[in-house]
Every structure is written in C-alpha cells, then in structure tokens.
C-alpha cells in the first residue's frame, strides 16, 4: 500500500421511527436509514490527523475507540457529512460505522457489518455511558431495523447483551412512505439526555411505567406499518411523542414543530434523544408540511428511506 493511496465508506444517517430511550432497557424500537450519508476517508499518515489537524480523541473519542479497536495508528481520517451533528440523525454512529469499514479496507480485513455494528455500538455506549445499539446498527445495516420486535417478521442480523439488556436486531419491510425532518437548530448531545432519562426511570414508578408503554406501543406501530396503516402508524407516532415529552426529553421548539406539522401529517415526533435535535412527519403532504416547519422556526427535509447501510466506496 503506497502512502498515497486512500480507502473510502459511507453509512447512512438515520431516524428513531418509533421507541427512542425505552430501547436503552431492551424494550422494542424501530429505527430507518435515510438518503444522507456520512463519508470518511482514510489514508496513512505520519501522525493521526482529522480533517488535516492533529486527531484529539479527547474530543472525537467514537474515532479513538475506532481507531483502537481495528489496531489503527498513523492515519489521516478525512469526514465528509450530509448530517447535521447531535440532531438526532445518527450522525456520531455513521461516523463509527464507516470509519470502521474504511479502516477494515485499508487493511484488507473482512468487512463483516455486525463487527462493524458492534465496535459502533461499543463507540457510542462508551462515549454516551449508556446507549442502545439502535443507532449502529441501522447506519450499519441500513433499510429498516426493528429491535426486539419478534413479530416483525424480518430476518435476524445480529444481537447483543451488555449492562443488563439484550437486544436482538432484526430487518423490517419499509413500505412506501413519505418522511420530512425538521431540524430544531438546536445541538442536544445524547449522553445527558439518556442520563436524565434513567435518573427519572430509577427513582420514579410512573416513569419506568412511561417507558414501558412506548415499548407497547411500538410494538402496535410495527404491526400497522406491516399492514400498511399509515393512519393507525401516525397515531402511534404522536402518542409517542408525548410520552417522550412527559419523560422530559422534548422542549418547546420540538413541540412547536410536531404541532404545526399535525395539521398536514398522519403523525409527528421527535427523532433520537431530544431536547433539540429534530422532529419527523409521516405525511401525504410534504411540501405542506415542509412549509409549516419554516414558518414555526425550524429547518426541513423531506428524506427517502429504504437506502443501503455501509458501502466501502
Ligand atoms: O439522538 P441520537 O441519534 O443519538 O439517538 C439516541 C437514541 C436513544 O434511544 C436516546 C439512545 C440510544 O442509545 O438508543
């Protein structure tokens, strides 16, 4: 391998369709890959270096743990992201997921996606102190992932127990569906947020009883999504959000959005940890809803899902 030669992959950003939090406790969510990716590009180097400075894994510790985890040490990593950071997109599990692949290609080690779930799964739980493999494993595998879902139907891709719970990752049929995002603008990191979530869940019974009502719920979701009942999956949508809202984790700018995009939509809620971040709506009326958000303050867009997971490009 000459000093020159680079290895490039790509995963994909993604969305919380349902079960965002009650999943850190083994409870069932679903979660969908969207069309904007997260690319890294990596190449030898004297010294390890991001985006051509010195690589401070203090600060980008998912990179540190990657780089730890494949043996990898003189490297210049080169991102290039169509995700907005700490949105609620995915965006820190594509950056583990397709440095991985990129490192395993430089390399020439087998490009295996539930290695690559895991070591993603393991970057986000180390950094975060707690966490889901909801996130790694869709910008992994890609299309629609159902955890913990056992009637969903779908082919097993992998599973994995750590702190307590188990979650079992299968594949989920993604009919045709219209999403739009509305992103806040607001940076929320997910650590404090699942942090929050678990001091409530611990020292209160309704809490625990929240989370365990938006595992059932998702669980009705899933069905109405196999059966293609958008109507039943947006009612769903939005009583989850507000279950997450009485869990604490929405705010005032995601209330806004997910109000104003009701009037257009089947459902809406908040996407990922919350407190910022963004919101989806399942709707008919994109470009309407796209309008609403604008209007109430927030950035819009509407996503394709059904994309592929990991590519070594
Ligand atoms: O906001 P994101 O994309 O980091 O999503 C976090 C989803 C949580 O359920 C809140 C945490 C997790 O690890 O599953």
């Known amino acids: 391998m000459s000093q020159d030669e680079i290895f490039t992959a790509s995963s994909p950003g993604k969305f919380i369709l349902l079960g965002e939090h009650s999943v850190v406790y083994g409870k ?27 690589l401070d894994t203090g600060i980008h510790p998912h990179i540190g743990y990657i780089l730890k985890k494949n043996n990898a040490s003189g490297v210049s990593i080169q991102t290039d992201s169509e995700l907005p950071s700490s949105s609620g997109l995915g965006s820190s599990a594509a950056l583990s997921s397709s440095l991985s692949a990129a490192l395993k290609n430089m390399k020439g080690s087998e490009i295996d996606r539930r290695v690559i779930a895991d070591e993603a799964f393991n970057a986000e739980y180390e950094a975060q102190g707690r966490a889901s493999p909801m996130d790694a494993s869709c910008c992994t595998f890609g299309k629609g992932i159902a955890i913990n879902c056992p009637d969903s139907k779908g082919k097993e891709v992998w599973a994995v127990s750590k702190g307590g719970n188990s979650w079992r990752m299968s594949e989920v049929a993604v009919p045709d569906m219209t999403f739009v995002v509305g992103y806040t603008g607001i940076k929320a990191r997910t650590g404090p947020l699942v942090e929050k979530v678990r001091k409530y869940k611990e020292h209160n019974r309704f809490a625990s009883d929240i989370v365990d009502e938006i595992g059932k719920i998702t669980l009705d979701g899933v069905d109405a999504m196999a059966h293609g009942n958008l109507e039943e999956l947006g009612d769903i949508m939005t ?3 507000k279950l997450l809202s009485i869990l604490g984790v929405s705010c005032n700018e995601l209330n806004k959005l997910v109000k104003a995009s009701l009037d257009y939509s089947y459902g809406a809620k908040l996407t990922g940890s919350g407190g910022g971040g963004s919101m989806i709506a399942l709707t008919d009326e994109p470009k309407k809803v796209c309008e609403a958000i604008l209007l109430h303050g927030g950035l819009p867009f509407i996503v394709k899902t059904g994309v592929p997971g990991v590519t070594v490009e």
């Open 28 to 54: 069932p969510a679903v979660a969908l890959a969207i069309n904007r990716r997260f690319r890294c590009t990596v190449q030898k180097s004297p010294v390890d270096m991001l985006n051509g400075l010195p």
């Open 239 to 241: 009583q989850d959000h």
